[in-house]
């Protein structure tokens, strides 16, 4: 994992430094909320419907124990004693007052992490493939050209005021766990004919309420022009992106009416530009980065043998361990959706329990995914069954990835300020209506994700199943649609039609999961039979 | 009935006007008819409270009651977490928001 260096350390302890006296001076009044904010929200604290709160960067999704660990006293110092993992691979704490903030980041500063990023109109936290190094199938390990990313834009001058927000995701397999696709910008490394690595770049994917797939302007980067490329789509965004109207100003919007070939052909001039200015970052430093990045001491006489005869067990492993590129060892998967639980969250003595068990079992690192779980991604085999056991005690064992409980949730109108309606007691109800395992087997992989409002936190788009909270003057409804993805196969979803109250909602999912039942064949995933049946069946059972 | 509301600004939770100060009890709030704007302005100098704003309600068996769902859920505390509600032992509580 990447260890800070001296300057990684000093801007992080500076910028606490700096909102120590910001939040001095608003609190005796020096400064008023209109100077304020744009300042609190550079250091990630919102003002929510309940209380402030505070959303900390996870680089692309990595941590050690040390790391989840202050996350766990966090939660237990600072607020009620519990963290909300998000679709960003980042954490939020809804209850945190003002004037703790600059003691809580000092805190997560201690263990070299911080809130910077994670708001306001510059380049978001990276996000990146949560079984980066340990999957099978990937061409390099993704997180040390995050890692580059990271540093490059943090803090980045000319980036720091742009038209609206901007995320990237970087992948490095065919398979998308990422949600690649929809992002500002998906970076997807590749190797050429000749073995070298470079970059497919993907420019103007998004959710919110003008959802797009990425296209794909350049299908090879070579790897040492990766920044400066990136640099030169962002020049392009930031000089003609509009800034006149919110709505209108992602990079999707611009992407969308020049033209991807128009984008393209600007982005590529100015590409030409930045190469004569000499702007690529030098390759020692990459170098550096990547020595942070090598394979954990595995033990290769590690057997591949399991006992599978705790049949518990059996389906845990199953569903939510998953093939580690080293034999003898497993991805292990940590479900935050138990049944009737709330969708992402964990108490601190559960994210203490996943901070020993990253310790004891996986080389003290955890991953924290857009799907709002967490990962242990170097297990040895052989002690899978202790991890599964002492997972159960704590309650973070149960068997459900990928299945249609695995729900994403946003925060809804619970939390969020800008929600039209609650997104998490839908979850479980639903999570209740299908709580057999047996059953949700049966339906297998579907992907339901839900968001609270237009702007997509909870990827409704991107669902093989979404659902979207609105107000229909003053009373939450909720519409239904089917056929999305973020994955390899990325789609967007289509409104079955009018919306449905809460319960309604719940009976809509099951109907549609009837349908699926029904039309399948042979293997095919609920998304597989929605793209060859089409949208009829399913608006007949939900509508007639 | 008109209520003046905001998020106090060293805590963040959610405060209604109560005639002469702020409270985080909903039950203690006043219907600041025509003053609201004029109360607003005032407060908004004091600085104790952030982002305040004016809402419809009506009176629920003598308690205030917002008119929109949002703010029937800040009066209260997540419906999802009874727990950390205003109101952790009264069960009927999250019915009444919805
Ligand atoms: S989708 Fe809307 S309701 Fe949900 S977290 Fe995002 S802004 Fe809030």
Known sequence: MYKYDQYDQS????????????????LAGEI????????????????????????????????????????????????????????????????????????????????????????????????????????????????????????????????????????????ASEEDRAAMRLHDIGIQLVRNDAGE??????????????????????????ADDLVSYAEACLRVYNRYGRRDNKYKARIKILVHELGKDEYTRQVEEEFKHI?????????????????????????????????????????????????????GYAIANISLKPIGGIPGDATSAQIDVMADLAKEYSFDELRVTHAQNIVLPHVKKSDLYTLWQKLDEAGLATPNLDLISDMIACPGLDYCSLANARSIPVAQKIAQRFSDVGKQKELGELKLK???????????????????????????????????????DVSLAKITGPGFDEDGIVDAVEKATNVYLKEREGDERFVDTYRRVGMAPFKEALYD | ???????????????????????????????????????????????????????????????????????????????????????PNDASAIDKVV
Not at chain 2, 4 to 28: Q, R, Y
């Open chain 1, 11 to 26: 801007i992080v302890d500076a910028r606490v430094a700096e909102f120590r006296d910001q939040v001095e001076r608003r």
């Open chain 1, 32 to 171: 008023t909320e209109d100077q304020f904010k744009p300042l609190r929200l550079q250091n990630g604290l919102y003002l929510q419907l309940h209380a402030y709160m505070l959303r900390v960067a996870i680089p692309y999704g990595t941590l050690n124990s040390e790391q989840m660990k202050m996350l766990a006293h966090i939660a237990r110092k600072y607020d009620r004693d519990y963290g909300h993992f998000t679709t960003r691979q980042n954490i939020q704490y809804n209850w945190i007052q003002l004037d703790q903030t600059p003691d809580l980041l000092a805190d997560l500063a201690s263990v070299e992490m911080h809130a910077i990023q994670t708001s306001g109109n510059c380049i978001r936290n990276i996000s990146s493939d949560q079984y980066a190094g340990a999957a099978a199938d990937e061409v390099t390990d993704p997180r040390p050209w995050a890692e580059l990313l990271r540093q490059w834009s943090t803090f980045h001058p000319e980036f720091a005021h742009l038209p609206r927000k901007f995320k990237f995701a970087v992948i």
């Open chain 1, 197 to 222: 690595l470079g970059a497919r770049f993907f420019v103007g994917g998004g959710m919110g309420r003008t959802p797009m797939i990425g296209p794909m302007v350049r299908d090879f980067v070579a």
């Open chain 1, 450 to 488: 839900i968001s609270g409002c237009i702007n997509a936190c909870g990827h409704h788009h991107a669902g093989h199943i979404g659902i979207l909270g609105v107000d229909r003057k003053g009373v939450e409804n909720y519409q239904l649609s089917l056929g999305g993805s973020g994955a390899e």
């Open chain 2, 1 to 87: 009935m008109k209520l003046l509301t905001g998020n106090d600004l060293k805590s963040g939770l959610v405060t209604w006007w109560t005639g002469k100060d702020w409270s985080i009890n909903i039950e203690d709030a006043v219907d600041v008819g025509e003053e609201g704007e004029a109360i607003l302005a005032a407060e908004q100098e004091a600085q104790r409270v952030n982002s305040a704003y004016i809402i419809d309600g009506d009176e629920d068996a003598g308690t205030p009651r917002p008119g929109h769902i949002k703010d029937r859920v800040r009066a209260l505390g997540p419906t999802v977490r009874p727990d950390l509600t205003l109101k």
């Open chain 1, 275 to 327: 190469k004569t200015l000499n702007l690529d970052p030098p390759k020692a430093e990459l170098e550096r980065i990547t020595t942070f990045f090598q394979d954990p001491d595995y033990d290769k006489s590690a057997s591949d043998d399991l006992d599978l005869s705790d049949p518990d067990f059996a389906i845990w492993v199953d569903q939510n361990v998953k093939t580690h590129k080293q034999s």
